[in-house]
T-cell receptor
Framework: AQSVTQPDIHITVSEGASLELRCNYSYGATPYLFWYVQSPGQGLQLLLKYFSGDTLVQGIKGFEAEFKRSQSSFNLRKPSVHWSDAAEYFCAVVFGGATNKLIFGTGTLLAVQP | DAGVIQSPRHEVTEMGQEVTLRCKPISGHNSLFWYRQTMMRGLELLIYFNNNVPIDDSGMPEDRFSAKMPNASFSTLKIQPSEPRDSAVYFC????????????FGDGTRLSIL
């Protein structure tokens, strides 16, 4: 079955530390991959997307993500976390077929310690 | 550059009442999505439209929920009669109807059914 997994429900990092949020999907081909961020009381904002080409993609707010076909992963990274990065992060995927429906992971809540 | 506009931002009403949530998508977008977000169930897709036509309503919880898109610039999600378990944040999102196009989210309607 097609699915998206974010194995980490909650992560705490210190300000200035590096960050990696994991995302895995289950699908036989390369899907369309997205990362969104949700701050409290807000809607979801697109950080970056991937569907072909260079497997390392750059997004807004200093985030990047790397697509690894062999691992069916699309992990989100940031070299140095800022307190304002505290939010919930969602990996989302559009699989094959006629649909353009997004399938969301369960989200990872990021806390940033001073 | 206006984003997706949802109204109202907050709604508090008593169970049994009819609730209508409204959404104005980004001009030019031809896909519109309604989501519900709760702590227990996360982010759920309720229904989506392409070119004003409902494509997938498999996420609509029951017959009390209905959604319409009378034209390209307006959609409603109606709950009648409402129940306390319908309390959630409801998001509307819009996009171009291609797989590689990201969805743009509104700020949501926080609904409380007493």
């Amino acid at each position: 079955a097609q699915s998206v997994t974010q194995p980490d429900i909650h992560i705490t990092v210190s300000e200035g530390a590096s960050l990696e949020l994991r995302c895995n999907y289950s699908y036989g081909a390369t899907p369309y991959l997205f990362w969104y961020v949700q701050s409290p009381g807000q809607g979801l904002q697109l950080l970056l997307k991937y569907f072909s080409g260079d497997t390392l993609v750059q997004g807004i707010k200093g985030f990047e993500a790397e697509f690894k076909r062999s691992q069916s992963s699309f992990n989100l990274r940031k070299p140095s976390v800022h307190w304002s990065d505290a939010a919930e992060y969602f990996c989302a995927v559009v699989f094959g077929g006629a649909t353009n429906k997004l399938i969301f992971g369960t989200g990872t809540l990021l806390a940033v310690q001073p | 550059d206006a984003g997706v506009i949802q109204s109202p931002r907050h709604e508090v009403t008593e169970m049994g009442q009819e609730v209508t949530l409204r959404c104005k998508p980004i001009s030019g977008h031809n896909s519109l999505f309604w989501y519900r977000q709760t702590m227990m169930r996360g982010l759920e897709l309720l229904i989506y439209f392409n070119n004003n036509v409902p494509i997938d309503d498999s996420g609509m919880p029951e017959d009390r929920f209905s959604a319409k898109m009378p034209n390209a610039s307006f959609s409603t999600l109606k709950i009648q009669p409402s129940e306390p378990r319908d309390s959630a944040v409801y998001f509307c999102a819009s996009s171009f109807a291609q797989k590689n196009q990201p969805q743009h989210f509104g700020d949501g309607t926080r609904l409380s059914i007493l």
